[in-house]
């Protein structure tokens, strides 16, 4: 992947280079760094790029700051070998950094998410499956599925594959891995969204064989060798929700993001299992989320046909 200097610029401003975050000056947020943006704009200089090279005193002056962030802009900017070891240690484990300034880029994830969509992101696999059109599924480890859940996950993925949709999920144990090894063996594309772990997670058996296929695209919001955290997931939902069409939600805690993307509006089509369902799901049900009884008396054809349309009005299972 090729980056610009407004690329590079967006990695060393905002990007963590240690999974730690053992950093020397804490790195930009996306709302600190699309300020700083409109400030660079706004000051006649162009792109974000045109900060690379400057010192603190031409920071100062261009952009009316206080020393103490001119000096933060500046040391962040300084990192230029560092950040080039690191990328340099990803490409030697297939991955590679995504920025919103990159041509690769969802356009989706730009609509939909706005000033909120992350600035970069790690990824392994075939990119170019994010302009396929994708169902997600998500679900969390902590809740165990029931039988009928199970079989309604099979009969999820199957679907996909002869509407021709690929699926995105959020990957955690549970529902999400048992979706992305149905599609796997049955030829759907998958695009996993972690909130942690990517260096190791990768390495599993079932996606190197599916990214050697170029069946599979791996991505994250935080650094490769960042364990998982909740606070992540919530970020990484959004993500899979505004990447969809539509969204299945296996299982929930009802703490993952649903209300925020039912309020903001990140997926047009919003269904929950109730099969019968778990406490969280029931809630996401009262909060607007369509309940899904049984998948296999559904019209699966007739859902897929109104996903690709764009004003088509949500439809029930009911």
Known sequence: MQHNDDAFTAMLLTLSLTADKEELVRPLT????????????AAGLGSIGSLIGMDISAVMTKLDMPEQEAYRIC???????????????FYDSNIEIMTRMDEEYPVRLNERLGADAPIAMYVSGNIELLNQPMIALLGIS??????????????LVRSLKDEGFGLITSSE???????EKEAFECGVNVVSVLAGDLMRKKEEDMYIE?????????MSIVHPEAPYTNVHAVSRNRIVYSLALASFIATTDAK??????????????????????????????????????????MDFSKYAQNWRMANAEQLSFL
Not at 75 to 89: C, F, I, K, Q, V
Not at 173 to 179: D, L, T, W
Not at 210 to 218: C, E, K
Request: charged share 25%.
């Open 142 to 155: 902590g809740v165990k599925m029931t039988p009928a859940a199970e079989k309604g996950v099979r009969l």
């Open 210 to 218: 599916a990214q050697m296929r170029g069946q599979a695209l791996m």
């Open 30 to 41: 996306s709302a600190e760094f699309y300020e700083l943006a409109s400030r660079v704009e």
């Open 256 to 297: 993952r993001g649903e209300s925020d993307a039912i309020r903001k509006k990140l997926c047009d089509w919003m269904y929950a299992f109730d099969t019968p369902s778990p406490l969280g799901n029931r809630i996401v049900i009262s909060r607007g989320v369509n309940p899904v009884p049984d998948f296999e008396k």
């Open 173 to 179: 144990p549970g529902a999400c891995r048992v979706a």
């Open 75 to 89: 040391m962040l900017l300084s990192r230029t070998m560092p950040l080039s070891y690191a990328m340099e240690h």
